[in-house]
């Protein structure tokens, strides 16, 4: 962030002394363009966040777990809370391990995540540390995720068996 404040500085100078813009645009400029680091800054881990728990809700598999903890963050998404939880993930073989999981909750299905409850998390098929809550639409989003990979598919084929003389 400090090397973006300096660069934006020395391109504000510049931009005054070399090209004799008007001080007042360059003011507003770099005003806007320090507000859009700012909210980028401060909102990026959320866009992770999401894009993960969309992918993994996309392309991952369905599990077991068992609440060991949850604690809200004060975050909200409308009225429902954002809450981490410890989590039990119980293997198909009999062993399990600890995960944590963070995700927005619905204000009514709170009594469903309490300590020692069963629920389904979603997890990565290649790093099973990486679970996240299941969505209401998990099916749908798998089946919509395999139709179009299918669809990307027979089109390379297509395409692989154009190129192929």
């Not at 790093?127 to 099916?139: A, M, W």
């Not at 089109?155 to 297509?158: A, G, I, P, S």
């Given at each position: 962030m400090k090397i973006f404040?300096?660069?934006?500085?020395?391109?504000?100078?510049?931009?005054?002394?070399?090209f004799n813009f008007d001080w007042l645009a360059v003011a507003v400029i770099s005003f806007l363009i320090l507000m859009g680091s700012i909210f980028y800054y401060g909102f990026k881990d959320s866009f992770k966040s999401d894009?993960?728990?969309?992918?993994?809700?996309?392309?991952?598999?369905?599990?077991?777990?068992?609440?060991?903890?949850?604690?809200?963050?004060?975050?909200y998404?409308?009225?429902?809370?954002?809450?981490?939880?410890?989590?039990r993930v119980q293997e198909v073989n009999g062993s399990s391990y600890q995960a944590t999981v963070?995700?927005?909750?619905?204000?009514?299905d709170i009594p469903a995540y309490q300590p020692g409850k069963q629920i389904e998390v979603v997890r990565d098929r290649q790093?099973?540390?990486?679970?996240?809550?299941?969505?209401?639409?998990?099916?749908k989003t798998q089946e919509l995720h395999r139709k179009l990979r299918e669809i990307k598919k027979a089109?390379?084929?297509?395409k692989m068996a154009g190129q192929v003389k």
């Open positions: 404040v300096v660069l934006s500085s020395l391109f504000s100078v510049a931009c005054l002394i070399f894009m993960k728990t969309i992918r993994l809700n996309e392309t991952g598999e369905l599990v077991q777990a068992t609440v060991l903890s949850i604690k809200q963050t004060n975050i998404n409308g009225e429902d809370p954002e809450v981490i939880m410890a989590i963070r995700g927005t909750v619905k204000l009514v790093d099973r540390y990486q679970v996240v809550l299941k969505d209401p639409d998990f099916e089109k390379l084929d297509k």
